[in-house]
């Protein structure tokens, strides 16, 4: 009997153990994985100008692109060890969910359904965006008010068509919905007169109406009709990860807020200032408590800008977007865009 026991207490240990082991290696096992792999697979979009698209040599650029360079610069030193993956919109999640993707940086709106119902953290907002109206010049509305019986185009697999729908029934009107898996579909459908109205995010409007054979004859009406704060996404059960993805956008809002840019990140290691001492590697002990290096912010700047600099050159004033910076201007200017401090 006492045998018995024993091999009885031996094999709940063993059971236990085996149970444990699937909690302990997803807790901080995506950092380990990405640095064994030697690179970072970054989700992105199949194509919006500004935030993710490649040249026809394959090479990816914008400003979720930006994000992912900094990731790898955080980690590596390098922000081209990341290997981009494009991803439809009714793929992102599941893609992010099976590991096929260590990270998604892809115009994701943090939403309830996004975040608990898929299981998913979102490490931050790094784009303060709204879903827009896009109609012809011809229709002469100054409103989205006026657009009763309107035929709108929407992408699939997004919350775009649920927004609309509440927009147009809290206003007492009348819309059809046209939906369509791709964008180039709803822009030759939108051409052809198949739907008068494009809805999606302000920025993909901006995107859009340059890809129109005559974007002059297009436009962007007022009206936000919905919330939609973009932002990086992760997996759940990794906080190590989490920190890491969150810190680089927020490490990247902090250098613009100290004024530290591209161009002047070697002087600021010679700075006295606390702040930007922490932010250089000086003082304190940031990186290893994230699993990176002392400088791993400066190496961030040094190899993409702050986040200014990036919003500017991909989406902003600088960009065939030409897209103001509203409410992603940071706090001090006037936006909403505030970063936790380095300390």
């Known amino acids: 009997m006492r045998l018995f026991q024993k091999r009885v207490r031996a094999l709940l240990l063993v059971l236990t153990a085996s149970f444990c082991l699937p909690a302990v290696a997803a807790s901080a096992s995506t950092l380990d994985t990405v640095k064994q792999r030697g690179k970072l697979v970054c989700g992105v979009s199949t194509g919006i100008l500004g935030f993710s698209i490649s040249d026809d040599k394959g090479k990816w650029s914008g400003f979720d692109v930006d994000f992912c360079r900094a990731v790898a610069s955080a980690i590596f030193g390098d922000p ?9 919109a009714d793929q992102r999640f599941d893609a992010l969910k099976s590991g096929k993707v260590d990270l998604l940086s892809r115009n994701s709106t943090w939403a309830f359904s996004n975040e608990v119902e898929q299981g998913l953290n979102f490490a931050g907002v790094t784009y303060y965006d709204g879903q827009g109206l896009l109609v012809p010049k011809s229709r002469k509305a100054t409103s989205g008010l006026e657009l009763d019986g309107s035929k709108v185009c929407v992408k699939a697999g997004t919350t775009t068509e649920a927004n609309v729908t509440d927009y147009f029934k809290q206003n007492h009107m009348k ?52 919330k939609e704060p ?20 927020f490490a990247m809002l902090n250098a613009e807020e100290l004024g530290i840019t591209k161009g002047n990140v070697e002087e600021a290691k010679k700075s006295q200032k606390p702040s930007v001492r922490r932010f250089v590697g000086s003082e304190g002990d940031l990186g290893k408590h994230l699993g990176l290096s002392p ?9 993409v800008g702050n986040y200014g600099e990036s919003l500017e050159r991909n989406v902003g004033k600088k960009s065939k977007l030409n897209i103001a910076r509203g409410l992603n201007q940071l706090w ?10 380095l300390r």
Not at 332 to 341: E, K, N, S
Request: net charge negative; glycine share 4%; aromatic share 8%.
């Open 230 to 249: 973009l932002g990086p996404v992760v997996r759940q059960g990794d906080d190590q990860w989490l920190n890491l993805v969150k810190w680089v956008n």
């Open 295 to 303: 400088d791993w912010a400066v190496v961030i700047i040094k190899n």
């Open 80 to 88: 081209e060890k990341v290997d981009y993956v494009p991803l439809a």
């Open 175 to 226: 819309f059809e919905a046209v939906r369509f898996e791709q964008l180039p579909d709803i822009l030759k459908a939108y051409e052809a007169g198949d739907c008068n109205v494009i809805s999606s995010d302000v920025s993909q409007l901006h995107a859009n109406r340059l890809e129109l054979k005559k974007p002059n004859d297009h436009v962007i009406l007022a009206d936000v009709i919905s």
């Open 332 to 341: 001090t200017m006037g936006g909403i865009q505030y970063a936790p401090p």
